[in-house]
């Protein structure tokens, strides 16, 4: 009797531990590897990602973190900085809410071809994930004009991976150095 038990015990949490891992491996999260946890961990070990000048009495400081979604509404497009240089931007739709992720503003880019490369990269119905730091945009911290992104990404994860650091990937996508 003492055995029976015992055993039903044991395959009970057996069970339990395949279902965890399964609702695990189903997160999104489940997408980022040790290598991308270290990432984040060591852009919180160090500067801040951007921030508002040492003296400015609104300080302010951002830091680069991964987010990721699954199964939401993905819009691509470029945003007009001005009216010859567009910036690359993906919108997450999660909910109520939009979350704008998008490259820091530069004169060079060709956004169409980073954008084509966004989307192999990023399948709504798939896991996917954003490395970059929150843009505060309230006025009163920082003057950006729009439109600006809110959050500056640096690395995408899906299907596949897109890094701004990479210097290939850089040169591909007519980022200047």
């Known amino acids: 009797m003492r055995n029976r038990i015992f055993n039903r015990s044991l395959v009970t949490l057996a069970l339990l531990a395949i279902l965890g891992l399964g609702v695990y491996l189903s997160h999104p999260l489940s997408l980022l ?10 852009n919180r070990a160090n500067r801040p990602t951007i921030s508002a000048a040492l003296n400015d009495p609104n300080y302010w400081q951002s830091f680069s973190r991964w987010q990721c979604f699954e199964n939401k509404t993905l819009s691509f497009h470029c945003a007009m900085a001005d009216k010859k240089n567009p910036i690359p931007e993906v919108v997450v739709e999660d909910k109520a809410k939009e979350y704008v992720f998008g490259l820091e503003y530069a004169e060079n880019y060709d956004c169409a071809l980073i954008l084509k490369a966004w989307k192999k990269t990023l399948d709504s119905s798939k896991p996917f994930c954003f490395f970059g730091a929150y843009l505060p ?18 690395r995408l994860k899906g299907t596949g991976y897109w890094d701004l650091d990479n210097l290939a990937f850089r040169e591909e996508y007519g980022i200047g150095h």
């Open 137 to 154: 945009t309230n006025n009163d911290l920082v003057e950006i004009s729009d439109p600006s992104p809110t959050y500056l990404i640096s």
């Open 33 to 42: 590897n040790y290598d991308d946890w270290m990432l984040e961990y060591e």
